[in-house]
Each structure stands twice: as structure tokens, then as C-alpha cells.
């Protein structure tokens, strides 16, 4: 699903311009917020794994559910933390 969502292009991969456009729209604004620098980052160190400049289905799928995170472990200590009203 992300990868129908994302990949405006059609060509089976995520590239930098696809990965932006999917959180931000420039709209005619001339400086980018700090934080779409920082996520333009993190795709060339982080997600685009190989370096060819895009992220293939095994890059997303890294991306999307990372391996060395626990949803259940983090979804329990952050009902934990909202509820425990005496901490």
C-alpha cells in the first residue's frame, strides 16, 4: 500500500522527490521547514540503503515496519504512561 500511495511515477521505487512530496507540499513557498531538510537526510543516510537513490519494496518494508522495533512493547509503555495518573 505505501508503495501504490508513494510512488507517484510508477516505476516500483520511492525516490527522494516522492518521499517529500508525501509529507510536504512546497506550495510556493520558497524555504523548506527544517524538519524536510532533516527528513531529506535521513532518506540519502538512513532509508536509501543501497545509495541508487531510491528506496526499493525492502527498503520500505524497512522504513514501514523497522525490524528492531517492538509495536506491542511501545504501544503498552505509552498507554502505560498516559494512564498512570500518580506516575
Not at 508513494?6 to 513557498?29: C, P, R, T, V
Request: no cysteine; aromatic share 10%; proline share 2%.
Amino acid at each position: 500500500e505505501t508503495m501504490e500511495d508513494i510512488d507517484k511515477n510508477g516505476d516500483g521505487f520511492i525516490d527522494l522527490e516522492e518521499y517529500i512530496g508525501d509529507m510536504y507540499s512546497h506550495d510556493g513557498d520558497a524555504d523548506e521547514p527544517e524538519w524536510v531538510k532533516t527528513e531529506r537526510e535521513q532518506f540519502v543516510e538512513f532509508r536509501d540503503k543501497n545509495r541508487d537513490g531510491k528506496m526499493d519494496k525492502e527498503e520500505t518494508k524497512d522504513w514501514i515496519l523497522p525490524s528492531d522495533y517492538d509495536h506491542a512493547e511501545a504501544e503498552a509503555r505509552h498507554l502505560v504512561y498516559e494512564s498512570d495518573q500518580n506516575k
